[in-house]
Nanobody, 117 residues
């Protein structure tokens, strides 16, 4: 069974830090990404990590977010470290993984991040 399970969300004050975790299992994932969706807005790409280790982050979080992965096959754990959080970072954060074996994307259920004082 293919699963992506996010955790680590919560409420944090502006300027605070959070690390989101995505436990991915059930297939071999290559490219993995973090997305977020704020209320009333479209889902946007936050950060990505390719199979060759190349990472990208959105301009809106550049310098404040780091994506990384720990591979302990058959489980891979994807992280998103977020620093100096702002109220506009408030959103549901989703983990996405591409399975080369199934040739499709899989999504987690999301974890809520709320930045407010």
């Amino acid at each position: 069974q293919v699963q992506l399970v996010e955790s680590g969300g919560g409420q944090v004050q502006p300027g605070g830090n959070l690390t989101l975790t995505c436990a991915a299992s059930g297939t071999l994932f290559t490219d993995m990404k973090w997305y977020r969706q704020a209320p009333g807005k479209q889902r946007e790409l936050v950060a990505s990590l390719a199979a060759d280790g190349t990472t990208t982050v959105a301009d809106s979080v550049k310098g404040r977010c780091t994506i990384s992965i720990y591979r302990d096959i058959p489980v891979m754990t994807l992280y998103l470290r977020m620093n100096t959080l702002k109220p506009e970072d408030t959103a549901v954060y989703y983990c996405q993984g591409y399975s080369v074996l199934q040739d499709r994307d899989y999504w987690g259920q999301g974890t809520q991040v709320t930045v407010s004082s």
